[in-house]
Each structure stands twice: as structure tokens, then as C-alpha cells.
């Protein structure tokens, strides 16, 4: 996941903290006084949540020819359209022809797999050709599954007192116990238990915690900046909202 030399458009497309492969690449271009065309498309939840934001525009700034777009999710209402973001929803290609995005440039995207998948494939239908397409997924497998080798893990009740809350099942571990109101979410609960989990980034932005829910409702806090495939659950910002089943 480099930039390439040339002279076509660069279009530097992530989503929060996906932000920081492509700011390298805004760095280089910055660096060097660039003539080609950049675009510094950014999606996040909201201000509180928008990192690298005075770098990625100063940057811009030092470019002939720096474009920005920004769009939060979620904006607060001290968040200022127009100076902090330019419109509110999330980042989609169907936005691009209104705001100028050239189809010959260079694509480099990076972000919670959702979030590629989407632009990846909005841009393949706007005609964008798959060598113009550059991708890095926020996170890696190996480095984000800390002590899943099967050995070390015989899922077991947490050594603290039950809870008071709703039914909460591990499916695969076979446990079923009652929600305690001390845990944060149920990984965390999930994590007490010794159940085997991912997780990356534990805030609701990179969906490597995305877990089926076979039975229940659960509710967020905070939001997640993308919802989750339908009957699946981020269990690292979520608790039980009544019973629940999860495929853990
Ligand atoms: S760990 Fe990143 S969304 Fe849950």
C-alpha cells in the first residue's frame, strides 16, 4: 500500500483512524510540492472523533492543487459544517460527481473492512478500473486475536459474583450467564469468561469484533460509525438489551 509516481489525480480516501497510511501519503506528496491533483476524502463519527484534522488540512494547504471532503456520521451540534465538515452521512462514491472527484486518479482507501467493501465496489460501478483501486484494511488478523491458540482457552464463569442483568449465551462455549451491569460491553464480559474474541479497536470503527447474534437485541455506547451486517453485533461497544445469544 504505497503511493505511486505519475501525474494522475491522487484520491486519498479512509475512514477515522484508517486516516493514518493515506496521511503518509499526503506527507510525501506535501513533501515534494506536488502539481497532481489530491483529494483528501475523510469519513468520521464526528469533531471529537476526526483525527489528524489540522495536519491533513495544513498539508492540503501546501498542495497546488488539495481538495478536501468531509463528512461525519454523526456530527454534535457544536460541530461546524463547513469549517469542521462539509456534509453529514457517510462517505459514498454517489457523493463524488457533485463534489469533483476525477475518475482517472489513483484510489488509495483504508479503513474497517465494511467500509472498503462499500467504496470499493461503488467505485468499481463508477467505472474507476481495478488497477486504480488501492486498498489497506485497518487492522490485521494475526496481530488482533491476542491468545487465540485453542490450549489456552477453556471458557469458564467469571470468578466474580453473578449479575443481576439478562441472559447472556456463548453458544460455541456453551456458557450461558446473567449480564453484570460492571462490564462495559460484552466482550468484555465475553474477555471475564476466557471465550474466545477478536477485537482491534474496541471504539466501534473496524467491525473485527462483528459477531453473529443468534437470538436478542443489543444497544450501543458508543454508536459504531458503520451498523453491522443484519443479525450480527459489535460486541466490543454493545450490552444486552434483554436476552441474548451470541455465536461465541
Ligand atoms: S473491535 Fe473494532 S468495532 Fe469492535
Given amino acids: 500500500f504505497t503511493l505511486r509516481s505519475g501525474s494522475e489525480p491522487v484520491v486519498l480516501l479512509s475512514a477515522g483512524v484508517g486516516a493514518t497510511p493515506v496521511l503518509a501519503m ?3 506528496l506535501a513533501a515534494e510540492k506536488s502539481n497532481r491533483p489530491v483529494w ?9 472523533e476526526h483525527p489528524f484534522q489540522e495536519e491533513s488540512r495544513s498539508l492540503l494547504q501546501e498542495l497546488k492543487y488539495g481538495h478536501s471532503y468531509i463528512q461525519y456520521s454523526r456530527p454534535r451540534p457544536t460541530d461546524r459544517r463547513g469549517v469542521d465538515f462539509d456534509a453529514a452521512g457517510h462517505l459514498a462514491v454517489s457523493a463524488f460527481d457533485k463534489i469533483g472527484v476525477p475518475h482517472d486518479g489513483q484510489f488509495y482507501l483504508c479503513g474497517p473492512a465494511a467500509f472498503l467493501r462499500e467504496l470499493t465496489a461503488g467505485l468499481a460501478a463508477w467505472g474507476v478500473t481495478a488497477d486504480h483501486i488501492h486498498t489497506e484494511i485497518f487492522g490485521t488478523l494475526d496481530s488482533i486475536t491476542p491468545g487465540m491458540k485453542a490450549e489456552t482457552h477453556s471458557p469458564h464463569l467469571p470468578a466474580e459474583p453473578a449479575g443481576f442483568g439478562p441472559q447472556v449465551s456463548f453458544a460455541r462455549s456453551g456458557l450461558t450467564l446473567p449480564w453484570n451491569a460492571k462490564y462495559q460491553s460484552l466482550l468484555e464480559l465475553a474477555e471475564a469468561c476466557d471465550v474466545p474474541v ?13 459477531t453473529a447474534l443468534i437470538a436478542g437485541n ?4 458508543p454508536e459504531p460509525l458503520d451498523p453491522p ?6 460486541i466490543c461497544c454493545s450490552r444486552p438489551r434483554g436476552e441474548v445469544i451470541l455465536d461465541l
Avoid: K
Fill in 229 to 234: 451486517a443484519t443479525g450480527d453485533a459489535l
Fill in 198 to 210: 477478536r477485537w482491534s479497536c474496541r471504539t466501534g470503527v473496524c467491525h473485527t469484533c462483528e
Fill in 26 to 28: 499526503l506527507h510525501a
Fill in 40 to 48: 483528501w476524502l475523510f469519513g468520521a463519527r464526528n469533531r471529537e
Fill in 218 to 221: 443489543v444497544e450501543y455506547d
